[in-house]
């Protein structure tokens, strides 16, 4: 449970919440799902583009090397 207050200086009251931890941190836990999913794909993105740059770069002019040889 947290609890939170705040005082008026204008009418010299004091406002007091309280909000349950998990309700409170609910949005952050959402955002952190939604980041991780984004960063999974940003990563298998990354690597499906490196492997398509090796490939091109690298093994195929090797495999024309040695068919021509």
Do not use: C, H, I
């Given at each position: 449970m947290e609890l939170a207050?705040?005082?008026d200086k204008d009418s010299g009251w004091t406002i007091a919440m309280e909000q349950?931890?998990?309700?409170?941190?609910?949005?952050?836990?959402?955002?952190l799902r939604k980041m991780g999913i984004i960063g999974k794909v940003i990563a298998?993105?990354?690597t499906a583009l490196s492997v398509f740059v090796v490939d091109y770069y690298v093994f195929r002019p090797l495999a024309g090397a040695f068919k021509n040889a």
């Open positions: 207050s705040v005082p349950e931890q998990d309700e409170l941190l609910q949005p952050l836990y959402d955002l298998l993105l990354a």
